[in-house]
């Protein structure tokens, strides 16, 4: 459960009656989730998600989430409304956090993904794409690749978190570093699309959330993301050709990518599945002992970057 902070219920009443979607129900902390304290709010009026702002999130950078969703959804993209209060404020405090009330959105998110839904979360990514590409605003990623090596150091030992760890983790920051891409087709991101951040009905994608690390980067290490999170085996060791062909198929269909992104889709993926190792070996040694979290487990990340790391991995891309 990723709770970090506690909400006390006056604060709560105070906080809500701000806003014209009537008195609280109740107010229960969300099992799923390790970023921030979210909340399942039921008022009088109906459901909604109370997010309260942790650790990675900087305050300063929630306008940007609030304008970057409305975009979206001015161009019919699944996400969910940042609620205003009756000032017309999205954003507010409380207990000594940054929170929002954000619009319920139904849907499921889905454990093991069948090809279909890999095909229509391939095709949501892409329509997403195509609206984030007229967004005006712009935000440096802070969980970019330029940022890897600082979060390896911040971490301490990687050998504690995983034996032989922090040599690999050296060669391959090496390797990256040395090769990634200058020029590839850029705008704002989504950066996390994992299975959990995106709710489905069947194969109806009626959900994209979780957006605190949209950023500014290349459109196909998003989809490279997405790929290293949807088609593996949990343990992180098997890429089912099902799914990935599905996801780059419903990709395909809302974006042609040029052909220096299909030949750099091997090595964003290194990065994308490095990216995600170092946050969760991180977490695995900080996350304070007394938050409601389930830590995510490093390793099925370091098997996908060792499967990406093959010299047989473009094949991982085909359409
Ligand atoms: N707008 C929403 N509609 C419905 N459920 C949501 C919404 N936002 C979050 N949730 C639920 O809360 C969980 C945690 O939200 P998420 O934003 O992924 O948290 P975190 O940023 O802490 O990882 C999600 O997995 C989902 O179950
Ligand atoms: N998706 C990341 C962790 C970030 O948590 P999220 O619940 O905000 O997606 C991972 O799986 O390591």
């Not at 008195?23 to 009026?45: P, Q, R």
């Not at 969980?143 to 391959?172: K, N, Y």
């Not at 419903?250 to 090595?267: N, Q």
């Not at 938050?291 to 359409?319: C, E, G, I, N, S």
């Amino acid at each position: 459960m990723a709770v970090y902070t506690h909400v006390d219920p006056d604060d709560l009443a105070a906080l809500v009656a701000r806003y014209a979607i009537g008195t609280v129900v109740s107010c229960k902390g969300i099992a799923e989730g390790v970023e921030n304290s979210n909340f399942l709010l039921e008022t009088t009026d109906g459901r909604f998600i109370l997010t309260l702002y942790e650790k990675r999130v900087q305050a300063g950078d929630l306008p940007f989430f609030v304008d970057l969703l409305g975009h979206l959804a001015d161009h019919g993209c699944p996400v969910p409304a940042m609620i205003r209060d009756r000032d017309g404020e999205a954003i507010q405090r409380i207990s000594g956090r940054a929170a929002c009330i954000i619009q319920f959105l139904p849907g499921i998110s889905p454990s093991h993904p069948m090809p279909s839904q890999c095909e229509a979360v391939g095709a949501a990514l892409g329509a997403m794409h195509r609206a984030a590409a007229s967004f005006p605003g712009g935000r440096e990623n802070s969980m970019g690749h330029r940022h890897w090596r600082a979060i390896a150091e911040a971490t301490g030992d990687l050998d504690a978190v995983i034996s032989g760890l922090q040599d690999l983790v050296d060669a391959e920051l090496a390797f990256l570093d040395a090769h990634w891409p200058g020029d590839l087709p850029a705008h704002v991101i989504h950066a996390d699309l994992f299975p959990d951040n995106v709710l489905m009905l069947g194969d109806r994608v009626t959900g994209l959330i979780d957006f605190y690390f949209a950023a500014s980067d290349f459109r196909a290490y998003d989809l490279a993301v997405t790929h290293a999170s949807w088609t593996f085996s949990d343990d992180g060791r098997h890429c089912d050709p099902a799914r990935a062909q599905a996801l780059m198929r419903g990709y395909a269909r809302e974006i042609a990518l040029t052909d220096a992104e299909v030949a750099a889709l091997p090595l964003l993926a290194r990065g994308a599945a490095l990216r995600f190792l170092l946050t969760r070996a991180h977490d695995w040694v900080h996350t304070p002992a007394d938050a409601l979290v389930t830590r995510k487990d490093p390793a099925p990340l370091l098997a996908r970057l060792r499967r990406y790391q093959a010299h047989d991995a473009a094949a991982l891309f085909a359409v």
